[in-house]
């Protein structure tokens, strides 16, 4: 149940960051979208985020929650790097702008992988509990 409310909530939280605002620069009116960033942000260290959230993912739905934890967590520390992110392209010439500040779609982009940490970490707690549970019963 833990895992199925988890794996909704990060999976939700990745759908509307795609709609949502990301980085915005000084040279346009508003936010990069999520699916822009998706789609064409490979060069930066933080885009890697993308597939150990999918790991981490498809790891919980496979009911691994060891392997899915540490694939968040790596995750979680690629996404949160985007925060180092000083300039970024803003056309097909090359040309950069600085960053000036982070949308909603960038939040929630970071809070789908937090939230898959938390679901593995609170399904690994889980089941070394019930492991505890049935090898250290009473006698009685």
């Not at 919980?60 to 995750?75: D, E, V």
């Amino acid at each position: 149940k833990v895992r199925t409310v988890g794996l909704i909530v990060g999976g939700l939280l990745f759908l509307l960051s795609l709609g949502g605002g990301t980085i915005a620069d000084e040279s346009s009116d508003g936010f990069l979208l999520g699916i822009i960033c998706l789609l064409f942000g490979m060069g930066y260290l933080a885009w890697y985020a993308n597939p150990f959230i999918f790991l981490s993912a498809t790891l919980l739905i496979l009911k691994r929650p060891h392997w899915a934890a540490g694939f968040a967590a790596i995750a979680t520390a690629l996404a949160t790097s985007a925060l180092l992110i000083k300039e970024i392209l803003v056309d097909e010439g090359g040309q950069t702008a600085p960053v000036t500040g982070y949308g909603m779609g960038f939040y929630l982009w970071v809070g789908c992988s937090v939230s898959l940490l938390g679901t593995s970490l609170l399904c690994v707690a889980i089941r070394l509990r019930q492991i505890i549970n049935t090898t250290h019963r009473p006698p009685g």
